[in-house]
């Protein structure tokens, strides 16, 4: 039986390889590596599978050498090629409401990922996953940021940061690019793509805002969103299991499979037809817990292990060093000093 394979949108897709010739670069070589038609890309209602664009991306880092290529894709992207999401976000009356925006339409873009826009007393916070919970790898993951701040620029003003900016991926050697473009304390290896942007930059009017436009925006996107087909992540059901259960203790396959009502053998083959396994989206999500744990000063690091299921102290330091390349003292001390960087 074939594997489901997700689906990302083609008008998600021509912006990128636009924003790869604008850089000098010649994008046939990296479609046909990618097994990506330059006639697909003519039509801007197709979709293109997820596994072809990762194609891409690996290709194109291959072939320009450019250690900083998401970034500057980014901000080479003709945005008016990603069409209802980029007119919505910008004719918003402000940034809150476009963060709003590019979260419930995300599913036009990609199927299978999720852009969530958790909103608090004193920041919001943009979190993006490919499916199954997975993070996006580097470059990805450093296009979105770019194209979340440079969107977010465009309605809040030039002058502002974000608070803080998360990549699962390690810190790479120079991150020039990075200070230059998001100007803000930076986290690596943290187990999550997410960007914190105060309430004082989210609630600041859009100069450029229209309201008729908006609306008349979200009534086509909405029309879109309904005749999208219906999807059920069953790794994304998994892994909202083990958030409930993962607490003080390592949750076991059967509780798991007994939780969502299918055998261990249909969790485990279902699961491996999404491209990931029990054991992958338990290590992610301990990842991304861990992080957040040592991130909070009044949490020791032996409850955090506790907490996210370890028995032992050495256990959970031997997997947090594999994660992240740290121990799990050296990145608290890293993540706290970033923390006391200025954010203005």
Wanted: aromatic fraction near 6%.
């Amino acid at each position: 039986m074939k594997s489901w394979e997700p689906t990302i949108a083609v008008r998600a897709v021509q912006p990128v390889v636009a924003a790869l010739e604008a850089l000098g670069h010649s994008s046939e070589e990296v479609l046909k590596a990618a097994g990506i038609s330059p006639s697909a890309l003519q039509d801007s209602e197709g979709r293109l599978p997820h596994g072809s664009m990762m194609r891409w991306w690996q290709r194109a880092c291959e072939l320009t050498g450019d250690e900083h290529l998401g970034i500057h894709l980014a901000e080479a992207a003709p945005l008016k090629s990603f069409e209802v999401h980029a007119y919505a976000m910008l004719s918003s009356a402000d940034l809150r409401e476009a963060y709003r925006r590019a979260s419930r339409y995300q599913r036009l873009i990609h199927e299978a990922t999720d852009l969530v826009f958790e909103e608090g007393a004193h920041e919001g916070v943009l979190r993006h996953t490919l499916p199954g919970g997975r993070p996006a790898p580097r470059h990805p993951a450093e296009f979105l940021a770019t194209l979340w701040v440079r969107i977010g620029r465009l309605v809040a003003g030039e002058e502002w940061r974000p608070s803080l900016v998360c990549f699962a991926h390690r810190e790479p050697a120079d991150l020039t690019e990075h200070l230059r473009m998001f100007r803000a304390p930076l986290r690596f290896a943290s187990g999550v793509t997410a960007m914190h942007v105060p309430n004082s930059v989210l609630d600041a009017p859009n100069r450029n805002a229209d309201a008729n436009l908006a609306r008349l925006l979200d009534r086509y996107a909405e029309g879109l969103l309904q005749q999208a087909p219906g999807f059920t992540n069953f790794s994304e059901r998994v892994r909202a299991a083990l958030s409930k259960e993962l607490s003080g203790g390592a949750p076991a396959v059967a509780a798991i499979a007994k939780a969502l009502h299918v055998s261990q053998r249909s969790l485990h083959r279902n699961l491996q037809n999404e491209g990931t396994s029990f054991r992958e989206l338990l290590e992610q999500l301990r990842h991304e817990r861990a992080t957040a744990l040592l991130a909070n000063p009044s949490c020791s690091v032996a409850e955090a292990g506790f907490l996210l299921g370890f028995s032992e102290l050495s256990s959970f330091s031997r997997a947090f060093k594999r994660w992240t390349g740290l121990s799990p003292i050296e990145f608290r001390a890293k993540t706290l000093a970033a923390s006391l960087l200025p954010s203005h």
